[in-house]
């Protein structure tokens, strides 16, 4: 059974950082794709970053120069560095994997979520 454990989560003071870490445990597929979306209660959840294996990044407008995605292939993690938080970056953070098996099919996992809140 494949799990995403997530980490990093918190409070912090508007202005400063944090970063969240997600691993990919238990899987003998290969990763296509990592992300990180996060969803405010009432909302819809909402992607903020993913990166492919060839490295390709993707951001939400709103984070863009502030959030930086990336990841350690030989730990089966990915980070999401963010910077300059505001309080409307509070949200439960989700991690996403995209994985592949050996006959190119294609299965989606989501982390169990952290919590990240801003304060003004």
């Known amino acids: 059974q494949v799990q995403l454990v997530e980490s990093g989560g918190g409070l912090v003071q508007a202005g400063g950082s944090l970063r969240l870490s997600c691993v990919v445990s238990?899987?003998?597929?290969?990763?296509?794709?990592m992300g990180w979306y996060r969803q405010d209660p009432g909302k819809q959840r909402e992607l903020v970053a993913s990166?492919?294996?060839?490295?390709?990044?993707n951001y939400a407008d709103s984070v863009k120069g502030r959030f930086t995605i990336s990841t350690d292939n030989a730990k089966n993690t990915v980070y999401l560095q963010m910077n300059s938080l505001k309080p409307e970056d509070t949200a439960v953070y989700y991690c996403?994997?995209?994985?592949?098996?050996?006959?190119?099919?294609?299965?989606?996992?989501w982390g169990q979520g952290t919590q990240v809140t801003v304060s003004s």
């Open positions: 238990r899987s003998i597929f290969t990763i296509k794709a």
């Open positions: 996403n994997a995209l994985l592949t098996d050996s006959a190119f099919r294609d299965y989606r996992y």
């Open positions: 990166i492919t294996s060839a490295s390709t990044t």
